[in-house]
T-cell receptor, first 111, second 113 residues
């Protein structure tokens, strides 16, 4: 079983739609959680951290459910520019400085 | 702005060749990482370094080695390239500590024929 699992998509949504992605992780010792965004043929970039209490950044909301071991990303009022692959990332409290990435969920926002 | 640069965007090599991939960051970051990215598999960690001359194996180190002689530079070496090492290679850096944001370079698409 993969450590971090995501639905690869693609999610095809019209502009203005609300879309949500989930990501499950297998290691209950995972401590920190992030969403990275990767545009086509570009490098990943941090979108937002995911806090235990949930957090919001403009149209984006991230939530963590430790009991069920998943994190979610909600995008409201989708824009064409939101089209990208969204990578779920977790870290463990082992002192290891590396991140464990999911394989990503592709979002295509259509006009 | 943090800048992470990689020596080549595209590289074509033959089986058995020795391949060097170079990564340079300009923000005095302590941690540096090498990943490969393959369709359906996501990013997988090859090696990382948290200080000059220090290195640690990631999840898939076989067939690779690394070198970090200077803080700003982290090299990935394929001693004898094989076709299954055809991939996108991404370098990243971050400040010291476990949970800091990683900044990625643009990637090197390596094809081994």
């Amino acid at each position: 079983r993969k450590e971090v699992e995501q639905d690869p998509g693609p999610f095809n949504v019209p502009e203005g739609a609300t879309v949500a992605f989930n990501c499950t992780y297998s290691n209950s010792a995972s401590q920190s959680f992030f969403w990275y965004r990767q545009d086509c043929r570009k490098e990943p970039k941090l979108l937002m951290s995911v806090y235990s209490s949930g957090n919001e950044d403009g149209r984006f909301t991230a939530q963590l459910n430790r009991a069920s071991q998943y994190i979610s990303l909600l995008i409201r009022d989708s824009k064409l520019s939101d089209s990208a692959t969204y990578l779920c990332v977790v870290t463990e409290d082992t002192g290891r400085r590396a991140l464990t990435f999911g394989s990503g969920t592709r979002l295509q926002v259509q006009p | 702005d943090v800048k992470v640069t990689q020596s080549s965007r595209y590289l074509v090599k033959r089986t058995g060749e020795k391949v060097f991939l170079e990564c340079v960051q300009d923000m005095d970051h302590e941690n540096m990482f090498w990943y490969r990215q393959d369709p359906g598999l996501g990013l997988r960690l090859i090696y990382f370094s948290y200080d000059v001359k220090m290195k640690e194996k990631g999840d898939i180190p076989e067939g690779y080695s690394v070198s970090r002689e200077k803080k700003e530079r982290f090299s990935l070496i394929l001693e004898s390239a094989s076709t299954n090492q055809t991939s996108m290679y991404l370098c990243a850096s971050s400040l010291s500590g476990t949970y800091n944001e990683q900044f990625f370079g643009p990637g090197t698409r390596l094809t081994v024929l």
